[in-house]
């Protein structure tokens, strides 16, 4: 079927009917729309074959290309397309916030003091509806807990307490997109998972068109709430709710999978405890068409990791946030072939350190220097890279402490300067504490089962001056490293 630029044509599916507009923007030879959404538009690669998102019918050529479409009046907003049954409270009374009443409520409580909430809900009963009230204090409270990650944009989004907790620091994100766009950029992007939607908008940010899809209808409507919150057009980004997420992958897309969400809720790292499979997850990406990426918790174990890969560990002010997964175009464009490389990034500097198949560090005395690596290089186990470059060892072979007898400049480790080694010791410690002056005293515990708040009140610091405690291991023994910080990195 030919289309030309501006020509309005019928959506080839009876039951959807949608009217259409041809667009201009494509990739790699395909013709792309633009559908009317009433005065908003949404976007959409047209090779040839179709399948209409309105009802899910759908025709694929023997080339296994396909037309995605829209339709015209979404059940729950422009961005929103589903056939779930959307009836769930959780739902309606997030819905209620998106109405008029709903906005007013919430502006009403711009200075809302989690303190005073009791007489604030009771306040408010008399004028709003109790659930419409409950729902827009939960929203609030969200909103005020949302600014670590998120900043001031936090005021104006949405968020469910899953959501909120299983999304990435808006940093975070924004580096990852960032990446994806300079890597892998391509005209279609499906964020599967998308959850609250912070991921899918700051790859829209990066002007890539966004398929944002969740099998979850409330994470569907709060991550359109958003996407309109931040006023992110309309030809950005759209949002799906599917059964089955990994079913939606079109012709010419790049494919972000988000496996952050467990199951279960405990610590269980079985790759295939997530509610995607890990391996299933792996073929999806690499069936497409143009990479794609999987967002993974970092404690995963690396005997699972895919070779086909880049495996990348992402901390932001010292705490590790996530790992990523990367895969190159299928022709091996995109991060020139590092398959099975391991990579750590310390934000919001963007630094990273690079594995180099190193052997594991040599154990050695403890020198005049210790470095404590950042999580994210722990994680992806690039310690050996990390002493290499300080021209370090290890302090114990089971514990991540590098020492060293020079001081070395890295953004990937914090140095500390250490001014005794002892024998772990309660008495020795307070009487030295108290000999030095030291009132100000950091505990770190690392392969040793001593309680830091314990140990500090058995010392009873006092004094003007402060130190950092390292209670530990050299060579198996139980062992107390005195010292200070040097540089932050």
Known sequence: MPFREGEVYRCPDADCGSPHVVGVRARDGAEAYQSTLGSRVCPAVLPVGWRCRATGAGRRRADGR????????????????TGWDNARVDLEAFKALLTDEGQ????????????????????????????????????????QQAVAKF?????????????????????VAEYRAKRLYQYIGTFGVETLGCGIGGDAIEVADTGLVVWAVDHDPLACAVAAANADALELPLILMTVTCEDDVLESVGFGETVVIDLVRRVDQDRNVDPEAYSTHLSRAVETVREATAGGAIKIAPDIPHEVLPDCALAE??????????????????????????HGVRSATLLPGGESLISRGLPDPAVRPVGRYLYEPDGA????????????????????????????????????????EITDVMPFSTEVLSALLCERGIGELTVKERGSAADPEELCCIVKPHGPNAATVFVTGTAGSPTMLLGHRLHSR
């Open 313 to 338: 560990w992402i901390s932001y002010d010292g705490d590790v946030q996530e790992a990523v997964l990367w895969f190159d175009w299928p022709d091996g464009t995109g991060f020139g072939g590092l």
């Open 66 to 81: 396909l037309r995605l479409c829209v339709p015209q009046s979404p059940p729950t907003g422009p961005r929103v397309r």
């Open 151 to 171: 900043g001031a944009d936090a005021h104006r989004m949405y968020f469910t307490p899953d959501g909120l907790e299983q999304s990435s620091h808006k940093a």
């Open 377 to 416: 290089v722990i994680h992806a186990h690039l310690v050996a890279e990390l002493a290499q470059d300080v021209d370090g060892g290890l302090i114990d072979e089971t514990i991540a402490y590098i020492t060293a007898d020079d001081l070395h400049a890295t953004p990937f480790a914090t140095a500390y």
């Open 104 to 143: 007013a409520l919430l502006a009403s409580l711009s200075d809302f003091d989690p303190a005073d909430e009791l007489a604030t809900a009771a306040r408010l009963r008399r004028e709003y509806p109790a659930e419409l009230v409950s729902a827009a204090i939960e929203q609030i409270r969200l909103r």
